[in-house]
C-alpha cells in the first residue's frame, strides 16, 4: 500500500489550505483513513479520519475549521484547513488502517506564518 500526500506550504495566519492523499488501493479498503500531524519534540497526533462509512472525527484544535472528505473514485482523502493558525505547523501525514495493519504516507509540511 502506498499513500502519496501533497499540497503542504508555507501561508499566512487565516489563509487555507488543501491536503491530498492518494492511496493505491480503493479507499474502501480501508477501515479508515486520516490525517495527523507532528512538530519536533512532540508526539504525532491525529487531527481527523474517516471510517469506511463515511464518519467523521476531528481533534478539538480543529473542529470547525478543517474539513477531512473523499474522492472515492480517485482513491483520495483530502484535508481542507481553514482559517490557519500559527499552531497548526506541522508536518502532516496520512494514514490508513487496514484490521492491525497501519500504512503511512510521506510527510508534508505545513507552514503558517503571521
Known amino acids: 500500500v502506498q499513500l502519496q500526500a501533497s499540497g503542504g506550504g508555507l501561508v499566512q495566519a487565516g489563509e487555507s489550505l488543501r491536503l491530498s492523499c492518494v492511496a493505491s488501493?480503493?479507499?474502501?479498503?480501508?477501515?479508515?483513513m486520516g490525517w495527523y500531524r507532528q512538530v519536533p519534540g512532540k508526539q504525532r497526533e491525529l487531527v481527523a479520519l474517516i471510517t469506511r462509512g463515511g464518519d467523521t472525527n476531528y481533534a478539538d484544535s480543529v473542529k470547525g475549521r478543517f474539513t477531512i472528505s473523499r474522492d472515492n473514485a480517485k482513491n483520495t482523502v483530502y484535508l481542507q484547513m481553514n482559517s490557519l493558525k500559527l499552531e497548526d505547523t506541522a508536518v502532516y501525514y496520512c494514514n490508513a488502517r487496514r484490521f492491525a495493519l497501519v500504512y503511512w504516507g510521506q510527510g508534508t509540511q505545513v507552514t503558517v506564518s503571521s
Open positions: 488501493e480503493s479507499v474502501f479498503s480501508f477501515n479508515g
